[in-house]
């Protein structure tokens, strides 16, 4: 069963840092892109930022600057590395894997997302 757990959320202060990580358990796929959405209370979910697997990514305007995607493929680990966090990047984190599944005789995709982390960002 595939499990992608996220960590490194929390409470800091505007201009603070977080480092958030996300590893993948049980993978029966392979691993084309991850990345990390977020959604803020009432708000719908957004992209963050995404790590292809050859290593180009692409970043939201929001967070383009301040914030870094990278990836470890041989831990199958993502990370978001968050400087000058503002109030407004308050919001739940989420971890997602998307790529092909293998040991199947048709390969199809596959689209997994983490249960989220919390980071909360004070003024």
């Known amino acids: 069963q595939v499990q992608l757990v996220e960590s490194g959320g929390g409470l800091v202060q505007a201009g603070g840092s977080l480092r958030l990580s996300c590893a993948v358990s049980g993978s029966t796929f392979s691993i084309n892109t991850m990345g990390w959405y977020r959604q803020a209370p009432g708000k719908q979910r957004e992209l963050v930022a995404v790590?292809?697997?050859?290593?180009?990514?692409n970043t939201a305007d929001s967070v383009k600057g301040r914030f870094t995607i990278a990836r470890d493929s041989a831990k199958n680990t993502v990370y978001l590395h968050m400087n000058s966090l503002k109030p407004e990047d308050t919001a739940v984190y989420y971890c997602?894997?998307?790529?092909?599944?293998?040991?199947?005789?048709?390969?199809?995709?596959?689209?997994?997302w983490g249960k989220g982390t919390l980071v909360t960002v004070s003024s």
């Open positions: 997602n894997a998307k790529g092909m599944a293998t040991g199947v005789l048709i390969p199809y995709p596959v689209d997994y």
């Open positions: 790590i292809i697997s050859d290593g180009s990514t």
